[in-house]
């Protein structure tokens, strides 16, 4: 019996998220109030009470995200779960940065520092409408790839998100993610569309946006954190400070290998995965990866008290 934390990514974000638990525990206010003090700004007003155009901006999710996910977390801990009660911790994309947190790899304040940069490096790498992204369901990774390798024709297309046996993400140029969209149906995808994202985030056309995390990580302290980290662009356990760095480095232009992570959790004994912070789309996945894994939700006060009610 085995547990493992994980943390969502962009597009899980709702106006509203996180504000119970702020209410009910003091510690998951705190972390909104120490995002808002990094940020020099009222982040938490616009995450509860603000636009959901404005919350879905990159800059503004990705911190969010993070608050909301590590507000969970504390309350978690208020409840007495101890970190490493957890084997793994792990998150999509953005919630990387969430789980180091967690582990202590990376300080809440300058996690949001970070995530802030990585939002505004990553919109501002492509100009608006030259990249796109696109959801390939169907299809299994190495079809999607080569798919995604036949679509290029000189432009980027590569596979950014590995994130079920069922779902691909590709990303690249608009013109070269299009013809991947004609080409997966072609190949017999269930469903190919085009996603509602402002940049083609995990490719190559983020280079910029990767060098300015690389100068923007080299100034921030990280730990060896408490519980290992499965690391996206390699799907393996990463508990070294430079290599940590390196990695989150690479993770801006590198693919986001969540079905491989997810199966190694299980393969070395994880049966339970709770998705802590917003929505449920981490869990989905789990279950079409590993039937065997059985997975929690724990995003409100409500659902904190029932993960803590199972012997946290």
């Given at each position: 019996?085995?547990?493992?934390?994980?943390?969502?990514?962009?597009?899980?974000?709702?106006?509203?998220?996180?504000?119970?638990?702020a209410e009910a525990y003091?510690a998951?206010?705190?972390?909104f109030d120490?995002v808002?003090?990094?940020?020099?700004?009222?982040?938490?007003?616009?995450?509860?009470?603000?636009?959901?155009?404005?919350l879905?901006?990159?800059?503004?999710?990705?911190?969010?995200?993070m608050?909301?996910?590590?507000?969970?977390?504390?309350?978690?801990?208020a409840?007495?779960?101890v970190?490493?009660?957890?084997?793994?911790?792990?998150?999509?994309?953005?919630?990387?940065?969430?789980?180091?947190?967690?582990?202590?790899?990376?300080?809440v304040?300058?996690?949001?520092?970070?995530?802030?940069l990585?939002?505004?490096a990553?919109?501002?790498a492509?100009?608006?409408?030259q990249?796109?992204m696109?959801?390939?369901?169907?299809?299994?990774?190495?079809?999607?790839?080569?798919?995604?390798?036949?679509?290029?024709?000189?432009?980027?297309c590569?596979?950014?998100?590995?994130?079920?046996?069922?779902?691909?993400?590709?990303s690249?140029?608009?013109?070269?993610?299009?013809?991947?969209?004609?080409?997966?149906?072609?190949?017999g995808?269930?469903?190919?569309?085009?996603?509602p994202?402002?940049?083609?985030?995990?490719?190559a056309?983020?280079?910029?946006?990767?060098e300015?995390?690389?100068?923007a990580l080299?100034?921030?302290?990280?730990?060896?954190?408490t519980v290992?980290?499965?690391?996206?662009?390699?799907?393996?356990?990463?508990?070294?400070?430079?290599?940590?760095?390196?990695?989150?480095?690479?993770?801006?232009?590198?693919?986001v290998?969540?079905?491989?992570?997810?199966?190694?959790?299980?393969a070395?004994?994880v049966?339970?995965?709770?998705?802590?912070?917003?929505?449920?789309?981490?869990?989905?996945?789990?279950?079409?990866?590993?039937?065997?894994?059985?997975?929690?939700t724990?995003?409100?006060?409500?659902?904190?008290?029932?993960?803590?009610?199972?012997?946290a």
């Amino acid at each position: 019996m085995a547990l493992a934390l994980v943390f969502p990514g962009q597009g899980a974000q709702t106006v509203g998220m996180g504000r119970d638990l702020a209410e009910a525990y003091p510690a998951a206010r705190a972390v909104f109030d120490e995002v808002d003090a990094a940020l020099g700004e009222k982040l938490s007003d616009l995450i509860w009470n603000g636009s959901s155009d404005d919350l879905t901006l990159t800059a503004n999710a990705q911190p969010a995200l993070m608050a909301t996910s590590l507000a969970a977390f504390r309350a978690l801990e208020a409840e007495g779960f101890v970190t490493d009660r957890a084997a793994f911790v792990a998150g999509h994309s953005l919630g990387e940065y969430s789980a180091l947190a967690a582990a202590g790899a990376i300080g809440v304040a300058d996690a949001a520092r970070l995530l802030r940069l990585r939002g505004q490096a990553m919109q501002e790498a492509v100009p608006v409408g030259q990249g796109a992204m696109a959801a390939l369901l169907g299809l299994d990774f190495e079809a999607a790839q080569g798919v995604a390798e036949r679509a290029a024709q000189g432009q980027v297309c590569q596979a950014a998100n590995d994130n079920d046996p069922s779902q691909v993400v590709v990303s690249g140029h608009r013109e070269a993610v299009e013809r991947a969209v004609e080409l997966a149906k072609e190949a017999g995808a269930k469903r190919a569309l085009m996603l509602p994202v402002s940049a083609p985030f995990h490719c190559a056309l983020m280079q910029p946006a990767a060098e300015r995390m690389q100068a923007a990580l080299a100034e921030v302290t990280i730990n060896a954190p408490t519980v290992p980290v499965v690391a996206n662009v390699t799907a393996a356990p990463v508990s070294d400070p430079d290599e940590i760095r390196r990695l989150l480095v690479e993770q801006v232009t590198g693919s986001v290998r969540w079905r491989e992570s997810v199966a190694a959790m299980g393969a070395a004994g994880v049966d339970e995965i709770w998705e802590v912070g917003a929505g449920k789309a981490l869990s989905g996945m789990v279950k079409r990866i590993d039937r065997g894994i059985t997975t929690r939700t724990v995003g409100t006060a409500d659902e904190v008290k029932a993960a803590a009610g199972q012997g946290a």
